[in-house]
């Protein structure tokens, strides 16, 4: 019986148990073993494992998070895990490796292709929807539904108190929460990563409101969206254990901003890790499941290196490297659609 390994790396969301499930139910089907793998990369490393069965994976389907826990670890990162990574990998006896993740987890995976572990397959997960050669990750929609439900909660404090809502969403580099859940829930500023902002011009756009006899606004703004050079805020670049910088703080910032320029009175909500919870939407339950069947035949036809991905409503199958080479910014038409309702 030949031995798949899954792993689950990167920030968790909504939709890593559906695809975990599928793995175990479709690789059960097709003869295979399938081993779970703790916590990412930091498993297969530290060789921290669990069996699963049928049973591990019963009533997991609508659950948040992921039952093989998650990290932040790149075997790339330490000097001697890449070597522990690889040596495990043999201990454990594994045919295949199945790593599910964003683009830190799947550029690892990408890299060990080629430095040692041949038999890689990826399923792209992120709620920041920002990885190339699929139309979307699972995790997006659930996070761009949570986030639409909080601004409608906020435009009814922001409407009876005559308040501007700064609403800060995540989005590291690419401000798919923010444009989409803006446009759904009727942001009147929308602000993501991609475009440096401008204060000033966002409170034109707010004045010109109030002067159409609107006392309130909503202001999305993208975790990642830097200011404008001339803008003379700064944001605070914090690294995480792993060098990542921790973002957050750009709503604050800007809240107080617009009070001081505007005279309106500004307040901030921070959705942060809000968004990556709560159970999976029907359509990331879906792409989960769908992701995890197509994991298993790209497994059993011996198609290694590539990614699972979505395009269209049809699951294909890319090249690991190819779809981590760059991110997937905000489609600017997407964005122009957004601005038609500014202000
Ligand atoms: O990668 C998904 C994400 O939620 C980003 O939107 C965010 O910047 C980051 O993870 C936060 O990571 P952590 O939970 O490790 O602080």
């Known amino acids: 019986m030949k031995k798949i390994g899954i792993l689950t790396g990167g920030g968790d969301c909504p939709g890593l148990n559906p695809v975990i499930r599928a793995v175990v139910r479709k690789g059960l089907v097709e003869g295979y073993e399938i081993l779970g793998i703790k916590n990412g990369w930091k498993g297969l490393i530290e060789n921290n494992t669990m069996p699963l069965s049928l049973d591990s994976v019963s009533g997991i389907l609508p659950k948040g998070g992921t039952i093989l826990g998650t990290s932040r670890t790149n075997p790339y990162k330490k000097s001697g895990e890449l070597e522990k990574t690889k040596e495990n990998f043999k201990k454990l006896g594994l045919h295949a490796l199945i790593a599910v993740g964003g683009e830190d987890t799947l550029g690892a995976a990408a890299k060990l292709v080629k430095d040692g572990i041949p038999n890689i397959v990826g399923v792209p997960k992120t709620i920041d929807n920002d990885l190339s050669c699929t139309d979307y990750t699972f995790g997006f929609d659930t996070a761009l539904n949570t986030a639409m439900d909080c601004i409608d909660r906020l435009h009814t404090t922001a409407e009876s108190h005559h308040r501007i ?91 107080g901003e617009i009070e001081k320029r505007t005279g309106f009175e500004t307040r901030v909500s921070v959705l942060g890790h809000i968004q990556r919870g709560g159970s999976p939407t029907a359509f990331d339950r879906i792409l989960g499941t769908r992701f995890g069947v197509k994991a298993i035949e790209l497994v059993k036809d011996n198609k290694f ?34 601005k038609v309702f500014f202000g």
């Open 305 to 338: 290196g590539r990614m699972v991905a979505l395009t269209g409503n049809k699951i294909i199958d890319v090249p690991l490297e190819e779809a981590v080479r760059a991110l997937k910014t905000v489609d600017m038409e997407l964005y122009e659609i957004a």
């Open 165 to 255: 809502i700064v609403v800060e969403v995540m989005g590291r580099h690419a401000g798919w929460i923010a444009v989409e859940a803006g446009v759904a829930g009727g942001a009147d500023v929308i602000l993501i990563p991609e475009i440096p902002a401008d204060i000033d011009e966002v409170c034109a756009i707010l004045k010109n409101r109030h002067r159409r006899g609107k006392t309130f606004s909503i202001v999305v703004v993208a975790e990642g969206t830097q200011l404008k050079a001339k803008d003379l805020v700064t944001q605070e670049e914090r690294l995480d254990e792993f060098g990542h910088v921790r973002l957050g703080g750009i709503g604050e910032i800007l809240a």
